[in-house]
């Protein structure tokens, strides 16, 4: 890694560096597709960070949205964290089993609720486990904090504002699934969803933004990772996936690369693929 930024990525190293400090707090983000077999919250109860909260992206969302994990309600997402000991003035480090996959979903959903000193642990547990660094299965005591929430609407797209940008054009539509999925010639793993993309979006699978090990690329190979694409990182940009959860991982990549202006289509293709009035692309 480069260098450490408190907003984006910090490595194993600043984290162990830091794990007692006074403001510091760190959420085990794990999740896993519904078809890879695997328990996220019994896996966090086996092993975890020292002082590591588990914060659930199924949980803590609106659970009335037919949709997977979707932003949760303000007040929702307030309790929920306030509940963790997380505060203002507190510096967030998420992490997950993968190395770097749903962690990014909970970077971007503290900074879309107005908290920016939030980053995400470069290769996650896996590296954390590499190097033999401490483990523990004791939840934490966590007593409740003050947490101030300015939802930060310039983060977040919905179905109607993602159908104007098809029709209208001004932001870039960058979708983060497997070409094979962006093509359209692989089904998608949700049944009911048609096949394709969003017309006129791009494709970077999440997976190339990311090195062998897990850690994410540097800024350079990033840059010219979505130059190739055809992104152009001074203009703005809409990430989609398949729920909201991989094209966050865009969204931290291209903040990592330069962008300033890149939001996350919260519906994705579990909302754009229901809907037949929407068009597809193949």
């Known amino acids: 890694m480069d260098s450490e930024d408190p907003q984006l990525l910090v490595s194993t190293g600043w984290l162990a560096d830091h794990l007692g400090a006074p403001d510091v707090r760190v959420l085990d983000a794990s999740w896993h597709m519904p078809d890879a077999g695997r328990d996220a919250k019994a896996e ?10 588990f914060f659930d992206i199924d949980e803590i969302a609106d659970t009335q949205s037919a949709l997977p994990h979707m932003l949760p309600p ?13 505060g203002d003035g507190h ?3 998420v992490y997950d089993s993968a190395g770097l996959f749903s962690a990014a979903r909970v970077w971007w959903m503290f900074r879309v609720f107005g908290h920016t ?24 005591i966590a007593r409740d904090r003050h947490f101030t929430a300015h939802r930060d609407a310039s983060l977040v797209r919905d179905v109607t504002q993602v159908s104007a940008v098809v029709k209208l ?16 010639a692989a089904p998608e793993p ?15 699978h999440y997976r190339d933004v990311l090195n062998p090990d897990g850690a ?34 865009l969204s931290l990549a291209q903040m990592r690369a330069g962008a300033r202006r890149t939001a996350v289509y919260d519906g994705s293709w579990s909302e754009w693929g229901a809907y037949p009035d929407l068009p597809v692309a193949r």
């Open 44 to 53: 966090y109860a086996g092993a975890h960070i020292p002082g590591a909260q």
């Open 74 to 86: 303000v007040e929702k997402f307030v309790s929920r964290v306030r509940r963790m000991g997380i």
């Open 91 to 93: 510096r967030v480090v």
């Open 117 to 140: 000193d939030v980053a995400v642990l470069d290769g996650g547990l896996p590296k954390w486990r590499a190097e033999g660094r401490p483990l523990e299965d004791m939840a934490p």
């Open 169 to 184: 054009g001004g932001e870039q539509i960058v979708d983060a699934r497997a070409p094979e999925r962006f093509s359209g």
């Open 190 to 204: 949700r049944a009911g969803l048609r096949s394709g993309h969003i017309p006129g979006s791009l494709n970077v």
């Open 216 to 249: 994410m690329k540097a800024p350079e190979a990033l840059r010219a990772l979505f130059a190739e694409a055809g992104v152009d990182l001074g203009k703005p940009i809409v990430n989609t996936c398949g729920s909201g959860v991989t094209a966050c991982i």
